[in-house]
């Protein structure tokens, strides 16, 4: 058997922590192969909660569980991590200012930045799923000099799965034969979802739904209000789905995209491809190979979708304003 690997859950505690650690424990994450010990963080108040989840998780004994660490020390929860999957942070409440959340997300990400990077293993692959998961990650980024920047990239996973999802339905084939919606941009409701270049059952998205107007229209509104959705629906945000779309990213990028060469969307650290911002994190459609991701080069870019790209990375080259202002005070 493979030695373990350590994965560190940030905000394990909360709703996505408690989908996402059994998950990983299944191998979802790196493969029925691989043992892996689970690292989990979260803060002082959610401590007893934090040890609520390490019980059950040793009464569910998974075969592939070798091992957990329940910590509210990152510095301890960092040290010697393969994968870290940043699910804490903090979140919007009603009648907060932007700023304020920027501030306190930019204290946080900057702290385990530096526990990351003190600790983690060489080579160790970043996630960031918290919100604002670009913003975060580039301060994150910013704040891990050490930690190559293509190591460091958030999660817009669950965009794309959305978007497969809701062509497999419209279309009634099933998810596995939708390849090749890109999500451009933020993970946010400026976020592109991008049809242009999808697959159906091997013929392009557009001519199977037959239907430009949804597609244009309802199709890019209902990816980019999924979550707010989700939110009327459940009383609580997106757990389950997000937890998963947080494996499917790991899986590709670490065991790799398929041979095929149809692409998963990422955010990662943009070097200006298709026009977007440099130095921000930027979702592309990308292929992974030996735990590399390459942005797919090439793909042909109409007005109307160059339009909708810039204006999802102005939003971030504001984002990123807003940090560095946050970081200098
Ligand atoms: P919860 O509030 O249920 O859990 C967050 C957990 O983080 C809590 O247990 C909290 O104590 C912990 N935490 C807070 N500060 C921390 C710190 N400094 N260190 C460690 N832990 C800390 O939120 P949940 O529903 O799990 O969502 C987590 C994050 O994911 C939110 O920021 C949310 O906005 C974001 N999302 C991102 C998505 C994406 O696609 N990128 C989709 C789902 C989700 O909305």
Not at 20 to 41: F, N
């Amino acid at each position: 058997k493979a030695p373990p690997k350590r994965i560190l859950v940030t905000g394990a505690a909360g709703q996505i922590g408690y989908a996402i650690c059994p998950m990983i424990a299944r191998g979802a994450m790196l493969g029925p192969d691989q043992p892996v010990i689970l690292h989990m963080l979260d803060i002082e108040p959610a401590k007893q909660a934090l040890e609520g989840v390490k019980m059950e998780l040793i009464d569910a004994a998974y075969p592939l569980l070798a091992g957990v660490v329940a910590t509210t020390d990152a510095e301890e929860a960092c040290k010697g991590v393969d994968v870290a999957v940043m699910v804490g942070g903090f979140p919007r409440k009603a009648g907060m200012e932007r700023k304020d959340v920027m501030s306190k997300n930019v204290a946080i990400y900057k702290a385990q930045a530096a526990a990351l990077e003190k600790g983690a293993a060489a080579g160790c692959k970043v996630l960031v799923v918290a919100n604002p998961a670009n913003t975060n990650a580039l301060i994150l980024k910013e704040n891990a000099p050490s930690i190559p920047a293509e190591n460091i990239t958030c999660l817009t996973r669950l965009d794309h799965n959305r978007a497969v999802g809701q062509l497999a339905e419209r279309s009634g084939v099933h998810n596995t034969k939708v390849k090749n919606v890109i999500i451009w941009g933020n993970h946010s409701s400026t976020q592109y979802p991008d049809v242009n270049h999808a697959t159906i059952d091997g013929k392009p998205a557009r001519e199977v739904i037959g239907n430009d107007e949804y597609l244009d229209g309802e199709f890019i509104q209902v990816v980019q209000q999924r979550g707010a959705a989700i939110i009327k629906a459940r009383g609580l945000s997106s757990a389950l789905s997000a937890a998963s779309s947080a494996c499917d990213h790991i899986r590709d990028w670490v065991l790799g995209t398929p041979a095929d060469g149809s692409y998963v969307s990422m955010g990662v650290y943009s070097d200006g491809s298709y026009g977007a911002p440099k130095g921000v994190i930027y979702s592309f459609p990308v292929t992974c190979k030996d735990g590399k991701w390459t942005i797919v080069q090439g793909l042909s870019i109409d007005d109307k979708s160059a339009a909708k790209m810039k204006a999802t990375g102005d939003e971030l080259v504001e984002e990123k304003a807003l940090a560095l202002e946050c970081l200098a005070e």
